[in-house]
């Protein structure tokens, strides 16, 4: 099973209530069954995307079909533990706070140390040496000396005769399990690490405890039968709660906002996204969903390829150097029955002449027959019954005789589409739509680029005018108050000036500037009574007004 962000990705369960004859939309590689067409391609879409890690080998960066493919070849290269060793392994692993690389040498140290019946190895053979062997029984003498019965073998691998061992005779040349061959197992048999955690049917099939251990009490806890990390549990408390402050200021800013943004529409910048489109005043309002059109007049088990050719024609016009032309028009003439349609013949020699010039298989089976340099109105029938013969499907090339007579049109729709069908199938795998799609596919990566940096410059001015507003705010404020201070002393200027006199007071930017005064005693005098005078002035200050 695939991981979707280091987690297990549940599949859907077919619905309940599902009638035999309803039509419905099936995932191919996972048989998950939709009745909404939307909700199917989220689904397929979410595949499609590179996002998905192969669970036995860790590889990521991958879509979910190419990550199963990824674990089916993977799986076929864990090693194949003993039954003996088995419980032994699985127990080493089971909750286990190591890294995967030092979880896996822990495991290979204890399997080379522990010796079981059809391991082959070397033993001290008294006449010739080390020699190769193979344990056949493990005879115990009580709990400190092991003996091995084992089988000599030649070259060939035969058994030339028995003998009884003791353990210390006994070495491994290579380990049985390396590194390497055991993280593929950690992977398949755990879906959890840190600590990691055994499957629960491979648990109980080999009779090892599910619950945590004692040292782990604090640092883990079960909830619906799976183990979670305590301290990955309390930051996710710590997220949902920011998360949901977050949103409730974000909710009080967009009610006091509201009004001013229905005011104020930001001007759209072209080009956009298709569902950002805003309709306009003389569209037409749609209350419900529209119900999927079957009006067709071909099958409707050729409706996909109806629309795929004409959708790649379409697309690639100025490529194949074909007219635009409805969908309808495309229809009615697949469905006619006379004489060959000029749309369909153009159509045919568009394709045909752009496979003819990637020069590959079809432009070598081409060149060994006789045929005209130019794909024409009058011999395009020739060149499409040799793309036939290439392509060697049997439903086609039953209808060969009948191209060749000149009779096309008589062809059943389903095979007028099947032949499009794979004539856009090959010509998608020219060099020459591939370039094309490169030049796209650039084009996109220069369009996201260039409205990422408008993003960015946008934010950063966003950010300088906040910036610059909060300032403004901070500065009106100590106006204000300067402001403040000037107005309940005037009646000291108007009185007797004694401030004056001995310095300036000027007020310039929120500022007050003053000329002190030579004598410091003056200047001590004066802030003094400046001090006890303001102080009296703002208790007293219904007195002055």
């Not at 109980?204 to 183990?227: A, H, M, T």
């Not at 489109?277 to 050729?302: E, H």
């Not at 000329?515 to 005098?525: D, L």
Request: hydrophobic share 35%; glycine share 6%.
């Amino acid at each position: 099973m695939p991981l979707l962000k280091k987690k297990a990705f549940p599949l859907l369960e077919p619905p309940k209530d599902l009638d035999p004859n309803e039509l419905v939309y099936q995932v191919r590689f996972t048989k998950e069954i939709f009745r909404d067409y939307q909700i199917y391609l989220n689904r397929i879409n979410l595949y499609r995307q590179r996002i998905w890690t192969c669970k036995v080998s860790g590889k990521g960066n991958l879509t979910y079909e190419e990550a199963l493919v990824s674990e089916k070849h993977a799986t076929k290269k864990v090693p194949e533990i003993p039954k003996e060793l088995m419980a032994m392994a699985l127990c080493t692993i089971q909750f286990s706070m190591l890294s995967l690389k030092d979880l896996a040498d822990k495991i290979a140290i204890k399997l080379q140390e522990t010796l079981f019946i059809g391991a082959v190895l070397h033993g001290n053979r008294k006449k010739s040496g080390l020699c190769p062997c193979k344990i056949l029984k493990v005879l115990e003498e009580g709990t400190v000396k092991t003996k091995y019965e084992v089988a000599w073998l030649d070259r060939n691998k035969k058994v030339i005769e028995t003998a009884i061992v003791n353990r210390n005779d006994l070495i491994w040349k290579k380990s049985p399990f390396s590194r390497n061959s055991l993280k593929p197992f950690i992977r398949k048999s755990t879906y959890r690490s840190f600590p990691w955690v055994l499957h629960d049917k491979l648990a109980e099939k080999y009779q090892i405890s599910r619950d945590p251990p004692q040292d782990l009490e604090g640092k883990v806890f079960i909830q619906d039968g799976i183990v979670y990390n305590k301290r990955k549990k309390d930051a996710m408390d710590v997220e949902e709660s920011g998360k949901l402050k977050k949103k409730k200021v974000e909710g009080e800013e967009a009610e006091a906002t509201g009004k001013n943004n229905q005011q104020k529409e930001e001007p759209i910048k072209y080009p956009i996204d298709d569902l950002l489109v805003q309709p306009g005043t003389d569209d037409p309002v749609f209350k419900a969903r529209p119900l999927p059109s079957r009006d067709f007049k071909v099958p409707m088990d050729c409706v996909g390829d109806l629309l795929m050719v004409w959708d790649f024609c379409s697309s690639y016009c100025k490529l194949l150097h074909l007219l635009p032309f409805s969908l309808e028009d495309f229809e009615n003439a697949i469905c006619h029955k006379g004489s060959n349609v000029t749309l369909i013949v153009e159509t045919h020699s568009s394709l045909l002449r752009l496979l003819k010039h990637d020069k590959d298989e079809y432009f070598s089976a081409v060149q060994k027959r006789t045929r005209a340099l130019k794909i024409t109105l009058t011999n395009w029938t020739e060149y499409l019954c040799d793309f036939i013969e290439i392509i060697n499907i049997g439903d086609f090339s039953t209808n060969i005789t009948t191209i060749k007579r000149g009779h096309y049109g008589l062809l059943d729709a389903q095979v007028k589409l099947g032949i499009l069908r794979e004539l856009v199938n090959q010509v998608l795998g020219t060099d020459i739509v591939r370039e094309k799609l490169a030049e796209y596919v650039e084009e996109r990566q220069v369009l996201f680029a260039t409205k990422r940096g408008e993003a960015l410059e946008e934010g950063r001015k966003k950010r300088e005018k906040e910036q610059l507003k909060a300032k403004s705010v901070s500065n009106g404020v100590m106006n204000g108050h300067s402001a403040d201070i000037i107005g309940n002393n005037q009646h000291l200027y108007a009185n007797g000036n004694h401030i004056g006199q001995n310095g300036q007071v000027a007020k310039k930017k929120g500022e007050v500037f003053s000329a002190r005064p030579n004598n410091p005693s003056k200047r001590r005098f004066q802030f003094f009574f400046f001090m006890l005078v303001h102080k009296f002035t703002r208790t007293h200050r219904g007195i002055w007004t």
